[in-house]
Each structure stands twice: as C-alpha cells, then as structure tokens.
Nanobody
Framework: QVQLVESGGGSVQAGGSLRLSCVYA?????MAWFRQAPGKEREAVAT???????YYDESVKGRFTISRDNAKRTVFLQLDSLKPEDSALYYC?????????????????????WGQGTQVTVSS
C-alpha cells in the first residue's frame, strides 16, 4: 500500500515559482500531480512513469516540471511562471498502471492512492 505526503505549497505572486514534494512509502510506477480549484473538477497536470518518462497537460507544459528521486522516495513538481489560474489544491497520486495510461495523464483510471493535498495560491 502506497502512502503519500505532500509539502511545499504556499502563496506567490504571478510569475513566481514553487516546488512541491511528495514523499511516498511503497512504490508505484506511475506517479502524478493533480489539482483542484474551487468549483472545478480535479484535473491531472503531470505524470511520471518510473522516473523515465514525464507527461504534462497542455496548460502547464513548459512551465511545470515533474521529477522523481527514487532513492529519496520523493516525486517533485517544479512550478515556474505561475499564473493566478494555477491556484488550486495540489494532490500527489499513485496509480499501479503501465506506461500507456500514465502517458495519457491517467484519464479514466481509478487512482489507487491520494495524498492530503497542498495549497498553491498565485496572486496577480
């Protein structure tokens, strides 16, 4: 059973940066970051498959970077050039799937494990 603990959220001005961390106990090939803004559905922003491949939603491509340090059992999400519309509760997630569903940002996949979430607020 994978357990996930996120950290690193905060408040920044537009154009700023944050780095989110998610420590995991156990191992899952596909790790992901999702976000949910008030009144909106939860959406996937990035996935990492085994530290080999990274996939991004178009809305964050070129601004966010997902990475994984297996030795430290941590997956990161670097958020650069932040915009007010990036404000949301960010969740780390793990899914025991192979590379194909991971590459499609886990669309239609039942997520095995969620973290508790960390808030990101971007002011204009």
């Amino acid at each position: 059973q994978v357990q996930l603990v996120e950290s690193g959220g905060g408040s920044v001005q537009a154009g700023g940066s944050l780095r989110l961390s998610c420590v995991y106990a156990g191992y899952t090939y596909c790790m992901a970051w999702f976000r949910q803004a008030p009144g909106k559905e939860r959406e996937a922003v990035a996935t990492d498959y085994a530290g080999l491949y990274a996939y991004y939603d178009e809305s964050v491509k070129g601004r966010f970077t997902i990475s994984r340090d297996n030795a430290k059992r941590t997956v990161f999400l670097q958020l650069d050039s932040l915009k007010p519309e990036d404000s949301a509760l960010y969740y780390c997630a793990a899914a025991n799937v192979d590379v194909v569903p991971c590459s499609t940002l886990l669309a239609g996949v039942k997520i095995d494990t969620w973290g508790q979430g960390t808030q990101v607020t971007v002011s204009s």
